[in-house]
């Protein structure tokens, strides 16, 4: 009797230490990509559910891509459950194509021709900082003071890009939504300043990235009386993967609850590096205020094949603010970008994405060309509604 209590006690241990491992075992797992302790305890929050679902499944190491609920689904028949390979695959075909509608490309954005000019008088904050100009007009669209660099198979109508956008400001209600898909790019503040990085050149700390600017944004509309929402949302973390897709929900969100809403920005930061791989920043000197952050509008289309029937409408919307910005702030804006990706941009025909200075800028350059962009938008929109 004492010999096989003995054996149960050895076993229990056994089977203890087993299931310690396994526990451990799959929480390095679900933490593998996470940065930061905060990451890691929310991976396990959110995993953690899903691990008891499966492990009552029988489903602790999981077999394919199929959630427990279709596996709850396929055991309801023997016949189903007999072809879940086959099920499996076909789930992920679908899934695959399915998820092409929130596949963006990269967005590059380095046009055709811009000649660097010097920056002498901009703060330093470790940066080398250049003012970037497109000199030739080759290989763009030109319209007034709008430069288009169109990668897109669209040839341009520049008499079509001068008449009046579509959208325009309403009664009442939200009429602006700012939001950022990718909210934790960040900017570089001057050397000594303790940030917290979740990767590189991203915090989650809005103070350094573009959801400070957006704060400035919404601000300059809210100040011209003008109803705005920011959300302020990081919409790429803790991944970055997938993050137009959220985005995207997000904003068909705000629109079946305000459809009063007319224009989304969609605020982001650019990252801009030499022929030799050297970081620089692009800045604009506004005489009497400071050195602002250069910005860019990027303008999505059609060409991926994603239905989008009205972006020349954000792109006449685009061509109007650059005119109006370019006249008062001749170095703010570099060229606008055409793309083929959509950038969500189908959900409004005031939809537009707005690069604000690059990693290399600092914190206060980028405010101050979102404050300055903000301005000059008020202007073109309340002229617009008269």
């Known amino acids: 009797m004492k010999r096989m209590t003995t054996r149960l006690r050895s076993l229990g241990r056994r089977l203890g230490a087993a299931g310690l491992a396994a526990g451990t075992l799959w929480a ?12 890691a305890w929310k991976a396990l929050r959110e995993s953690s559910p899903m691990g008891a679902l499966r492990w009552e499944l029988g489903e602790l190491w999981v077999r394919d891509t199929l959630s427990p609920a279709a596996v709850l689904t396929l055991g309801e028949s023997p016949l189903l459950l007999s072809a879940r390979t086959a099920v499996a695959e076909l789930w992920s075909t679908e899934r695959a194509e399915s998820a092409g509608d929130g596949e963006e490309e990269e967005l590059v954005t380095t046009p055709v021709e811009e000649t660097p000019l010097d920056a002498a008088d901009a703060a330093d904050n470790g940066i080398p900082a250049r003012t970037l100009v497109p000199t030739d007009p080759s290989g763009y669209t030109v319209c007034g003071r709008a430069y288009i660099s169109n990668t897109t198979d669209h040839t341009l109508d520049v008499t ?5 956008f579509d959208a325009e400001l309403a009664d009442d209600g939200p009429q602006i939504l700012i939001l950022h898909t990718h909210g934790s790019e960040a900017y570089t503040p001057v050397a000594g300043t303790e940030v917290v990085w979740s990767g590189n050149h991203r915090t989650t700390d809005s103070r350094y990235n573009v959801v400070q600017v957006g704060d400035e944004m919404a601000d300059v509309f809210s100040e011209a009386g003008i109803s ?8 790429d973390y803790p991944s970055y993967n997938e993050a137009y897709d959220r985005s995207l929900a997000a904003i068909e969100s705000y629109l079946a609850q305000y459809p009063s809403l007319r224009f989304i920005l969609d605020v982001h930061r650019d990252a801009i590096e030499d022929s030799q791989g050297n970081e620089y920043k692009v800045v604009s000197s506004i005489d009497g205020v400071g050195t602002a952050a250069q910005l860019t509008l990027v303008v999505g289309s059609d060409g991926s094949g994603l239905p989008h029937p009205n972006w020349m409408e954000n792109l006449k919307l685009a061509v109007a603010l650059q005119e109006d910005l370019l006249t008062s702030y001749p170095t703010l804006m570099r060229p606008i970008l055409l793309r083929n990706s959509r950038y969500n941009q189908h959900a409004t025909t005031g939809s537009l994405l707005v690069e604000v ?5 600092s914190p206060e350059e980028a405010a101050l060309a979102g404050r300055l962009f903000a301005q000059r938008m008020v202007e073109v929109l309340e002229s617009r509604s008269k």
């Open 28 to 39: 390095v797992t679900v933490t593998a990509g996470s940065e930061t302790a905060a990451g």
């Open 160 to 164: 079509a890009l001068t008449d009046t």
């Open 228 to 235: 705005v929402l920011h959300d302020r949302t990081l919409y």
């Open 357 to 361: 200075g690059a990693a290399g800028n």
